[in-house]
């Protein structure tokens, strides 16, 4: 039985259990679409965490894209180290 991304990293334990289901509901949605969908999902994501007084931390993006972008392409990963970006930059260009 494969285990799952999310029993793979030791920091999933000890989340906060709202960011722990935004980030699960994150990664299924975003399961099988193009990157362009990513940055209005993430968006929704982070202001959902907003709604909360919550945010991930910066370990915890490094890791949502690292599982986000595992099976993408160079050009997909190209875009995605755009996107990081624009997430640090609170969504501001």
Known sequence: ????IF???DIFKTMHPVKLQIMKE???SMNGRAMKDA???LMTAMNRLKGH???FTPEETKILLEILTKDMSPQEKAKVEMMKKVVKNGGKR
Do not use: I, K, R
């Open 1 to 4: 039985m494969s285990q799952s």
């Open 53 to 55: 007084n919550l945010s």
């Open 39 to 41: 940055a209005p999902l």
């Open 26 to 28: 994150l990664v299924d």
């Open 7 to 9: 029993e793979q990293y």
